[in-house]
């Protein structure tokens, strides 16, 4: 797997998450944009909404909500957990992208990472229906 800026779809559709998301934790963090858009291309090929995201966002941002600086609350990670069995039962390309973030997730801090990731995958969505819907009517 190559990550970098000048990455093709065809790649990224073929990255593992786990392997993608263990980079950008790693000694590649400058490329989570990138990792981003693997997951959104990932989703979208699959066939998946935007509400996918946003739900995830949603369960992700319940589990960090009013936590302190430190370690995540079993609690807190067995609801998230939960919360994610019931989004991603059907569809094996989020179970692997959620369980690829779900990982790294030990800190309150690496919640807020989770997060602030899924909305860089948002973000992509959004774009790219905005940049399409530009081009139709043009």
């Known amino acids: 797997m190559r990550i970098g800026p000048t990455t093709t779809r065809e790649e990224r559709l073929d990255w593992e998450p786990g392997a993608a998301i263990a980079a950008v934790r790693g000694p590649q963090p ?3 944009a990138t990792v981003a858009l693997a997951m959104f291309d990932q989703l979208v090929a699959a066939q998946l909404s935007i509400d996918t995201v946003e739900a995830s966002i ?3 941002s319940r589990a960090l909500d009013g ?3 430190g370690a995540v609350p079993i609690e807190r990670l067995r609801k998230l957990d939960f919360d994610l069995s019931l989004l991603t039962a059907a569809s094996t390309v989020l179970a ?3 369980s690829a973030l779900r990982g790294i997730v030990a800190t309150a801090h690496d919640l807020d990472w989770a997060i602030r990731f899924l909305m860089q995958v948002h973000q992509a969505w959004k774009m790219t229906a905005a940049f399409r819907g530009r ?3 043009a």
Do not use: I, K, R
Request: charged fraction near 15%.
């Open 30 to 32: 400058d490329e989570t």
């Open 58 to 60: 949603v369960f992700w």
């Open 67 to 69: 936590l302190n600086p």
């Open 96 to 98: 692997s992208w959620s």
């Open 135 to 137: 081009s139709t009517q």
